[in-house]
């Protein structure tokens, strides 16, 4: 790909990595979720740290459940890696329930993250999974929208989520800004909102907005059943991206390129849908 993608810098070996939190829920099937951002992590030369909110039971047919964890458990999972580790970023995922949100919430307030001044918070706001199972509560839309986005450096929804979040119906460049702005005015500092299900076009048009300016990036679409945990392994990218200290639109030009290379080295996983694929970072000693 001449895409002119770079890497980021990684430590020397026996130095401390960059850190970076996911907090967000497990996927049994290894293909989406926390298993998804750890790998980007990990490929991107950042040590990664987790929140569990919920252990999800699936494969790549789907998920048939999960359980959640208890909110005051969630958040000590990130006030015990804040104050000892220390993190330069942090995103969420799968969230699952209002109780959890709120417990997010006023530990990124209590840890410094997230907000004007704080450690930079993309929030992908994941409702359902690409089979169409909920993974947030419709109840806790509210509480999403009304204490989450406020403290967002960075919100990534795709299509669905859009619709869910702000009843607008994204078909053409024209919806997509009108989401753009729904979206910001619901506090993040900048809304990024994801056309890659805008099948009317052979390119993946993301639009991002921080209130004054729309910057359109643009990248060839890989067209790939194997596409499962796209959205989280853009979101753990960008997430790396800012944790070196990236401003947001190069994060998210950064994470695109990271992620279409992912697409275009997808492969098969059982009987459904594979995964992106930060692999091809690892060798090229293949089997
Ligand atoms: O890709 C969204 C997502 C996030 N987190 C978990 C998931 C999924 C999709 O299935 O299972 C745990």
Known sequence: MTDGFQLL???????????????????????AGIQADLRTFALLGLHG????????????????GFQEIEPATVAAQIRCVTEDIGISAAKT?????????????????????????????????????????QLLADSALDTLRDNLFPLATVVTP?????????GIDVVDADTQREAAKALKDLGPAWALVKGGHLRSSDRSPDLLYDGSEFIELTHERIVTPHDHG?????????????????????????????????????YPLGGGHGPVNPLWRVGDQVL
């Not at 430590?11 to 049994?28: E, K, L, N, Q």
């Not at 795709?158 to 702000?166: A, G, K, S, Y």
């Not at 997430?239 to 947001?248: D, E, I, K, Q, S």
Request: glycine share 12%; proline share 6%; with cysteine.
């Open 230 to 266: 796209a959205g989280d392994t853009l979101a753990a990218a960008i997430a790396c991206a800012l944790a070196h200290g990236y401003p947001v639109p190069d994060a998210v030009g950064f994470a695109k390129k990271w992620v279409t290379r992912g697409l275009a080295a997808a």
């Open 49 to 64: 740290c987790v929140a569990v909110t919920a252990v999800t039971v699936q494969n790549s047919l789907g998920v048939s």
């Open 93 to 133: 995922g799968m969230l699952a329930s209002a109780p959890i949100i709120d417990a997010v919430v006023a530990q990124c307030r209590e840890s410094g993250i997230g907000g004007d001044t704080g450690t930079p918070l993309v929030v992908d706001p994941v409702c359902a999974s690409m089979h169409g199972n």
């Open 158 to 166: 795709n299509l669905d989520e859009v619709r869910l979040i702000t």
């Open 9 to 31: 810098p990684v430590a020397a070996p026996g130095s401390t990595p960059v850190r970076v939190m996911t907090i967000a829920g497990s996927d049994s099937g290894g293909g």
